[in-house]
């Protein structure tokens, strides 16, 4: 089949980004910009696992796992600071096209195992009483709660987002305690990791909003420097979504990056606004912080939280 | 005879598939963006078949395989009964309508069950948010054909296309292909109404997907962009009628022409967040269609 491996090769690498401390605006542009490029949605559809800037050792197993989510054949990158662009996407083609003409792909990082032991009783593993409870392969079990918002019992089922979720800021890990995708409880686990200025610039801030928005496009267009072109885009931020006093709400701080003004205000503990959002929401408010206002506010409140009364 | 037109019509979808994933790749030069050439897709699905696909744990094996049979068969069905001439269609059903609204009710049901069967919560989320909004866009879809086989006084397609000899339901009914085109976005999960998938939940129902059950994926979502466009031809620009050029061709540019305004749509139009797109579509479209048949009606009487 070496003319379908000669077709791929001419196909735009697919690539997950991993990205790590100061490397957060260099690679937006590298893949607003870059020929021959594309980021992936997610690991499962990308080749390529870029390592860009430095992954703090406590963020290794999560980069190692994320690694092991490629599918075959795959091949990391690593992108220190300094590299220009060029180089890297220069490396990023020539590595793709390896792999699409049959080179050897990684080996997995990590045992393919469940992470703990089975752990449960009965023909599901599912432990508890009945069907219900237990932690099979140590993952609890869904238990009914009560929703959040109405009070209808539903099934919560507690899950880690992060610290390389394409749709958090990189570095930030959240425990997510959901009802379908409300939010019950959030707990930060990891801060997102540290970036220099220039990430917090309003043309960045905007396209970040603009591709949860599902603009990719105008995103793209956004992050080369120019006004984007798209209809409906204040309005599908609702109204009233993460408002602070002093920072105005989201839809705000997204006029004030489109017309190429840094925002203002800082929001008082984040994390504490999630619990009773649905996650998209809860992924907007989130990026309508810059990235730097965000990783202080956040860790302002774990200070408070540690001090004790 | 029937055979070489099913032939005809698989070898149109084929086409038609390539021709959407170009679209899809010309699109960025609206943004100022780079234009893939004609042989992009090609490529992109070349890389995606060198791939392994990757497993997940536990997952529900046959429905993950199905789905995407499901949503091509669905597509194809959808297709077969739009008029490729004057009164000539693949399969001459006297309720071609009610046809394609069970492939329109099935679509959401495979979606569903794309989420579903991975097994992991970003596609399940999809699968939940798609049933959500599937839903009430299921009802103006209803409204908005049930108006446009007033004039003709049939549910069969062949009788809508001929009841257009004089001028199209695009002009005596102008709300009805704006509103279908907000069914069509739904059913090939684009743009402002791709609720299965979204950046916050890392691609929704295909998070999970790699190698060839994503290629599979993305051919069934562009064949069902083929079919919704040619029966919005058919419904509202009159299908194969026109002067000069034989039928078929007339079908082909005006299905071409409903496909690119998907795609642009597509593209162009922010998404809301899933509960606000609830409102809108209950309280503002879910009114909105059924004056649109009232008027129709009255207009039709």
Redesign the interface.
Known sequence: ?SW??T??A???A?IYPSIGAGMLAEVEQLFASA?GLRRA??P??A?LLLVAGDIPAEARPALDRLHD?L???RRTLAWKAGEPSTQISARLNEAWRDL?HGAPSEPDRLPDE?PNPWRGIGPHGQGGKGMMGGTPRGRPMAMTGADIRDGLELDR?T?RVGPF???LPPGLTLELT?Q??VIVEAHVLSLPFPQPEEADLPALCAARM?????????A??MT?G?A??????R????AGLGAWPGAGDARDRLDAWLSGRQEGGAPRDPARALPGL????A??LLASFAPGTLRRALAEAQDLQEIPA | MSVLLAAGVLVALALGIWLGAWFDRLAPALEGGRAAGPMAPLRDWAALLIRDQAETEAPDRMNRLLAPAWYLALAAIGLSVVPVAEGLALWHSPVGIVVWGSCEALIVITVFLHGWSPNAPFPLIGAYRYAAIGLPVMLPSMFVLIAAALPAESLSLIAIVDSQRDSWNLVRQPLGLPLFLVVGLTLTLRGPLDFAGGVDIAGGTSAEESGAGLFLWQVARLATLVAFSALAAAVFLGGPLGPLLPGPVWLALKTALVMALTVLAGRLIARTTPSRMLHVLWVWLLPLSFAHLAVSGMVAL
Do not use: C, F, K, N
């Open positions: 089949m379908l491996r077709l791929a001419g196909a735009a697919p020929p949605a997610s499962r559809d080749a989510q599918p075959h054949p699409a469940p089922y899950a979720a394409p749709m959901l379908g995708d603009l591709r949860l928005l599902g603009l990719e496009g105008a793209d267009r080369r120019h984007p072109r798209a209809a409906w885009i309005g599908a931020v609702p649905e996650w998209h929401e992924t907007l």
